[in-house]
């Protein structure tokens, strides 16, 4: 009868026994990309320009290898420019994001900042010069203070209130927390549960502004919202794009019509970059993109 007791936990016994073999799998990789390498370049945050340059980049997925992303990508972004990529999905438009925070290293080519490549830089150091603002903005349970001192590169003590309501007045949200009655203080719910998706949205603009960035990249940053949040937080993106450089992925192209510079990816690469009115002018794979979204021109 104990024998029969003792063999009921068996299956739960085989569970964790995998469980632990997965662990001490993942304990044991070495990262290529090392987040704390002591080895690597660090630099002054007032040095930085924001130039970004992309040589020549060639991609896959380790986990789609046979799937070509990027083929010989060009790609140059001055610093204090709004540039704009566009494409139809699967195009590499996001994969690009992805290389310049450095989540990924290139097969071959390289991505420069301030024509130093960045796998030279200290990874924590270099990220503190970027800000990303994706599609689906994260907030946890605590309170709008909370979660926008999350972007701050320094201790939480040392930022001030001041710089906390700069960056919500740049992100077009101010108003509205001031309204609430406890303010900063008040809770957002689980997943932000407690706010609209605009007003999720224009916090997690604040957050990334109030680290002061270099470079802001905003991937869709307005796709899933209705067209009246749209307008508001396009707008909060446009002063927050203000003298710095901006790389922003859309598909809805109202929202870069009036961007510095546009550049069309396809089948990895660009095929046309320039100004909204040069693009419409070549008549071709831009125009066309245009024609499919009846955007007023």
Known sequence: MQAGNVFQFVPDMSSARGAGAAMIKLFDTVPEIEVDSPDEKTFSASSVEGQIRLDNIHFRYPTRPAVRVLRGL????????????????????????????????????????????????NVQEYRQQLALVSQEPTLYAGTIRFNILLGATKPV????????????????????????????????????????GGQKQRIAIARALIRKPKVLLLDEATSALDSNSESVVQEALDKAAKGRTTIAIAHRLSTIQNADRIYFIKEGRVSEAGTHDE???????????????????
């Open 157 to 196: 003590s040392d930022v001030t209130q001041e710089e906390i309501e700069e960056a919500c007045r740049d992100a077009n949200i101010l108003d509205f927390i001031e309204s609430l009655p406890d303010g900063f203080e008040t809770e957002v719910g689980g997943k932000g549960s407690q706010l609209s």
């Open 279 to 297: 693009l419409l002018a070549l008549r071709g794979d831009y125009y066309e993109y245009v024609q499919l979204q009846i955007l007023k021109t």
């Open 74 to 121: 060009n790609l140059t972004i001055d610093h204090g420019t709004y540039v704009a990529l566009v494409g139809a999905s699967g195009c590499g438009k996001s994969t690009v994001i992805q290389l310049i925070e450095r989540f990924y290293d290139p097969l071959v080519g390289q991505v420069l900042l301030d024509d130093q490549p960045i796998n030279e830089y």
